[in-house]
């Protein structure tokens, strides 16, 4: 159950779009459409604002988006703002019945 | 509302035991599978275990197979994770998160404030 793999860092001024990018493998990013992105602010829980590839929960703005193509998936973050500075994590459900997070993306907001 | 809270966390010895609760409210807890994620401080997520909302099936992650346990009470709408055989690398915050409804793909969709565990002699 290796980590999904994830840039240390992205960033971007406000206004701007930035993308992160998750690589995985056959095993689990490209052989289901079960990625997620999570959000994390500092000494905050994780928040949800991606699942199943493509899919915003009710509350997430429509600045979020995503997309998978092989065994990697990416968030777009368009109209980039200020509170958007946080810690970013994709998972994706696994051929064993399991979850794997990547090891996280860190958005500076400049 | 949904509303996870986690206790039971604390510093434990290398080889110890510790139990973690996760208390949940403002939902039908007894219809949904329930995760246990951790992260060592300034880390990455790691998934770590997953049991069915009838707690008919669990999932581990490799590095806790075999030593965590995930159980439920659902009459007390009350998550569980028994730890033993604890060791350095297990310490972490602690996090419970319901499963989305509807995704079969383990989906966190609420999380708790999580649960510092420190395993230190």
């Known amino acids: 159950q290796s980590a999904l793999t994830q840039p240390a860092s992205v960033s971007g001024s406000p206004g701007q779009s930035i993308t992160i990018s998750c690589t995985g493998t056959?095993?689990?990013?490209?052989?289901?459409?079960?990625v997620s992105w999570y959000q994390q602010h500092p000494d905050k829980a994780p928040k949800l604002m991606i699942y199943?590839?493509?899919n915003r929960p009710s509350g997430v703005p429509d600045r979020f988006s995503g997309s998978k193509s092989g065994n990697t998936a990416s968030l777009t973050i368009s109209g980039l703002r200020a509170e958007d500075e946080a810690d970013y994590y994709c998972?994706?459900?696994?051929?064993?019945?399991?979850?794997?997070f990547g090891g996280g993306t860190k958005l500076t907001v400049l | 509302q949904v509303h996870l809270v986690e206790s039971g966390g604390g510093v434990v010895q290398p080889g110890r035991s510790l139990r973690l609760s996760c208390a949940a409210s403002?939902?039908?807890?007894?219809?949904?599978?329930m995760h246990w994620v951790r992260q060592a401080l300034g880390k990455g997520l790691e998934w770590v275990a997953v049991?069915?909302?009838?707690?008919?099936?669990?999932y581990y992650a490799d590095s806790v197979k075999g030593r965590f346990t995930v159980s439920r009470d659902n009459s007390k709408n009350t998550l569980y994770l028994q730890m033993n055989s604890l060791r350095a690398e297990d310490t972490a915050v602690y996090y419970c998160?319901?499963?989305?409804?509807?995704?079969?793909?383990?989906?966190?969709?609420?999380w708790g404030q999580g649960t510092l565990v420190t395993v230190s002699s």
């Open positions: 998160a319901r499963d989305k409804e509807g995704s079969s793909g383990w989906v966190g969709d609420y």
């Open positions: 403002g939902f039908t807890f007894s219809t949904y599978n």
């Open positions: 049991i069915r909302f009838d707690g008919s099936n669990e």
């Open positions: 056959s095993s689990d990013v490209g052989a289901f459409n079960y």
């Open positions: 199943e590839v493509s």
């Open positions: 998972s994706s459900y696994t051929s064993s019945t399991t979850l794997v």
